[in-house]
């Protein structure tokens, strides 16, 4: 495969060749726009372009080394208007088969790599690495100009009034003689039961 050849956007393991790069230049049509965006939650997606190379690396492993970029439009978290975020970024996969435990001797050490690895497939998916990639880079919590003034406003106004959270002394005081009271009459009650039973009172 050569650069000018049209790169599919699923390529099988199998046939591609250890010996060079593949380089690839993914750039979805109107409709498989519409889909990704669909599937991201996003009010519109433009500018999607996913180019890069996948590179050998050893007998059977694979590094794909790409740039995403993409326009995207997501709906304000405060206000709903939609927010305009314009994404650019690396994306980078390791694919490597994982070993079988009767491939390893006992007592052998695993090797583990600082990178990302997932299992080779038999086929990788392009479309499917973009999607992640691009779900990946998506801001959190869009805001449209204003929500944070808007946020600001909601919360001050749910707030309770500092006034209402002062103790009122009056009412504490009638409360205080409530409980007094009560257990005043507690007490005359007790004596009055023994007197119509006409139990003598010890």
């Given at each position: 495969?050569?650069?000018?050849t049209?790169?599919p956007e699923?390529?099988?393991?199998a046939?591609?060749?250890t010996?060079?790069?593949?380089?690839?230049?993914?750039?979805?049509?109107?409709?498989?726009?519409?889909?990704i965006?669909?599937?991201?939650?996003?009010?519109?997606?433009?500018?999607?372009?996913?180019s890069?190379?996948?590179?050998?690396?050893g007998?059977?492993a694979?590094?794909?080394?790409?740039t995403?970029?993409?326009?995207?439009?997501?709906?304000c978290?405060?206000?709903?208007?939609?927010?305009?975020?314009?994404i650019d970024?690396?994306?980078e996969?390791?694919?490597?088969p994982i070993?079988?435990?009767?491939?390893?001797?006992?007592g052998?050490e695993?090797?583990?790599?600082?990178?990302?690895i997932?299992?080779?497939p038999?086929v990788?998916?392009?479309?499917?690495?973009?999607t992640?990639?691009?779900?990946?880079?998506?801001p959190?919590?869009?805001?449209?100009?204003?929500a944070r003034?808007v946020?600001k406003?909601?919360d001050?106004?749910a707030?309770?009034?500092?006034?209402?959270?002062r103790?009122?002394?009056?009412a504490?005081l009638e409360g205080?003689k409530?409980k007094l009271?009560?257990?005043?009459?507690?007490?005359e009650s007790?004596?009055?039961?023994?007197?119509?039973?006409?139990?003598?009172?010890?």
């Amino acid at each position: 495969m050569n650069s000018t050849t049209p790169i599919p956007e699923r390529l099988r393991v199998a046939g591609l060749r250890t010996g060079t790069p593949t380089v690839f230049d993914l750039r979805p049509d109107d409709k498989a726009r519409a889909a990704i965006a669909a599937r991201l939650g996003l009010l519109s997606l433009r500018k999607l372009r996913f180019s890069g190379a996948l590179i050998p690396e050893g007998r059977d492993a694979w590094r794909l080394d790409a740039t995403l970029g993409a326009t995207v439009a997501q709906p304000c978290v405060v206000t709903l208007e939609p927010v305009t975020t314009r994404i650019d970024e690396p994306v980078e996969r390791v694919w490597r088969p994982i070993a079988a435990p009767s491939d390893r001797t006992d007592g052998a050490e695993i090797e583990i790599s600082g990178d990302d690895i997932d299992p080779l497939p038999e086929v990788i998916d392009l479309r499917a690495v973009l999607t992640e990639a691009l779900a990946l880079a998506l801001p959190l919590y869009p805001h449209a100009p204003g929500a944070r003034e808007v946020t600001k406003s909601l919360d001050a106004a749910a707030a309770p009034d500092p006034e209402d959270e002062r103790p009122n002394p009056f009412a504490a005081l009638e409360g205080l003689k409530s409980k007094l009271g009560a257990g005043s009459d507690d007490g005359e009650s007790d004596g009055d039961t023994d007197g119509d039973t006409g139990k003598a009172t010890p």
